[in-house]
């Protein structure tokens, strides 16, 4: 029962324009839509990648307003983003670093750098995701589309321990590794961590989360509970907005 983030009427002025939900410790909250709806807007504009013009964002009840990504992390946030290559992973570096670059600060002491603390950390988590790698010192670019997404979701892990915000982390992965994307993220709320999670596959979605949000044209147009998920209602509720703009026209 225990709300850990609540949005209300937040907007970036542009693709986000009346965004309101709750999320509560341990649950995996679903966002649907269709292509444009903002969904992936929204999320930017919480972690402080876009900038906040109307509405509120509280955090374990305190009202928050992250202006930069760095602040969300010390706010307990992570966000996986949707495009690993372009905006998630340094392609040309390592494995190692791609896990430990939001932490960095833990391996440094007295101008001294503790590499194998570094070293650890990214062993710890290639086993905990099973990322078939030959080493940490393995270049990322080289890896497969689905060990990619493993690396880029080891980097939030290791510095998030309350609130999860995941786009699209299945896109472009194998079943295999999308399989081991849905367990990880039941062992992770198991914990008590929460989960935003952003897709455009209604399956997933469906069998994956406890609630769906669903928006339209940048707003949310209805939140469904587990009981009550069906592909035409959230389908009805997806274009919810555009069937208003037709009718009033």
Not at 209 to 226: A, F, H, Y
Not at 239 to 246: G, I, N, Y
Request: hydrophobic share 35%; aromatic share 6%.
């Amino acid at each position: 029962d225990e709300v850990v983030m609540e949005v209300e009427h937040l907007s970036d002025g542009h693709m986000a324009k009346d965004v309101s939900f709750t999320l509560h410790r341990g649950e995996i909250l679903g966002v649907s839509g269709l292509v444009g709806a903002g969904r992936s807007e929204a999320a930017q504009c919480i972690f402080g990648l876009h900038k906040r013009k109307a509405g509120t964002v509280k955090v374990h009840g305190e009202p928050v307003e992250f202006k930069s990504p760095s602040e969300a992390i010390k706010g307990g946030l992570g966000y996986v983003c949707e495009d690993r290559k372009k905006e998630g992973l340094f392609l040309k570096q390592d494995v190692r670093f791609n896990t430990s670059i939001n932490v960095l600060g833990r391996f440094l002491s007295s101008l001294r750098y503790k590499r194998g603390v570094e070293e650890e950390l990214a062993s710890q988590y290639v086993e905990k995701l099973q990322t078939k790698v030959t080493s940490t010192n393995q270049c990322v670019g080289y890896l497969s589309g689905g060990n990619q997404q493993k690396v880029l979701i080891s980097r939030w892990l290791a510095c998030t321990g309350d609130i999860l915000l995941l786009d699209e982390p299945t896109r472009g992965v194998d079943v295999k590794t999308k399989q081991d994307i849905y367990a990880l993220m039941g062992e992770l709320t198991a914990a008590g961590m929460s989960i935003v999670f952003i897709s455009s596959e209604l399956a997933e979605l469906i069998n994956v989360c406890d609630r769906i949000m669903v928006m339209s044209d940048g707003k949310t147009t209805g939140v469904l509970n587990r009981g009550e998920f069906d592909q035409e209602a959230i389908m009805q509720l997806a274009t919810l907005e555009f069937r208003r703009k037709a009718e009033g026209e």
